[in-house]
């Protein structure tokens, strides 16, 4: 069982939890959920992947849209990189709603 409290950063160090997360995730290798009540049951990483094709139509949609977003998030940065004046208020009134 993973404890996830192994995620939270104790006196600002979260390196040791990360890690031994990470190592409690790598003893359940292959299995990605176990069953308790049926081994054979348990879903394993091979059970858990995707068609091919399918893989290959998300990395088609993933290389398109991810540029996407990123230079929507960029665009959108640059538009608001800068701190708001009372001068900059009043001299927009309407602007800034």
Request: glycine content about 4%.
């Amino acid at each position: 069982m993973v404890c996830w409290r192994c995620w939270a950063p104790v006196q600002g160090r979260a390196e040791p939890r990360f890690w031994a997360a990470a190592w409690q995730l790598s003893a359940l290798f292959p299995f990605v959920m176990p069953s308790s009540l049926d081994p054979a049951s348990s879903l394993t990483v091979w059970d858990a992947v995707s068609s091919h094709r399918t893989l290959f139509i998300m990395f088609i949609a993933a290389s398109i849209f991810v540029p996407l977003i990123l230079c929507y998030t960029l665009w959108c940065y640059a538009k608001m990189w800068g701190k708001v004046t009372t001068a900059h208020i009043d001299h927009n009134p309407h602007g800034l709603y």
